[in-house]
């Protein structure tokens, strides 16, 4: 009996522990779904040529950065009520990333716009950081770690005067990193 009420004691602490770790893991960016192709993209938010565009180019991505993925589109629109660039990636034709580019002041106005949308981040750092020209402040790391889907919204990002948020399916997650390690030892 005692065995029975310990065993229901950790399954409703873990029940309690996946569900506060849990969030609401986005099918898609701006009704782009994740996998959609580069041709997709462009129709659904207009490409270079469409008047009103969010699209403003598309490019091939230089070999030497083949972990990013193969191609990318980058333009501008308004989150919430904050104006962003944004940069999507695709990988063999699939769209698989976006990061999001805004300045360090607007971090808590996308931060709650990302809460609303998505819930309470998993995981949340405060550590230092230096910017490439030296600068220092505490930077401030919120993350969304999914079974399918990772967001991370960093206040700062290379520079102070950055800040950067990124939304990528979990397999391009462990792609790039199995590309970007590939790289490392043959450099080495």
Sequence with gaps: ?????ALISVLLILELVSGALAFNE???FRGVPWGASEEELRTSLGGPESAGRDIDLCLAIPSEHR???????????????TAVQVIYYFRADHF??????????DFDRIAAVFIERYGAPTSEERPPFK???GLTATNQIL??????IAIVLRRYAGMITEGLG???TQDEVRESRRIFREETIKDR
Excluded: E, H
């Design 67 to 81: 972990q990013l993925g193969d191609r990318l589109c980058g333009g501008r629109f308004i989150l919430g009520d």
């Design 96 to 105: 698989v990333s976006v990061a999001v580019n805004y300045a360090p002041q």
């Design 131 to 133: 910017s490439l020209d």
């Design 143 to 148: 993350r969304w770690d999914g079974p399918r």
């Design 26 to 28: 986005p099918k898609d």
């Design 166 to 168: 990124s939304i990528t």
């Design 1 to 5: 009996m005692r065995r029975a009420i």
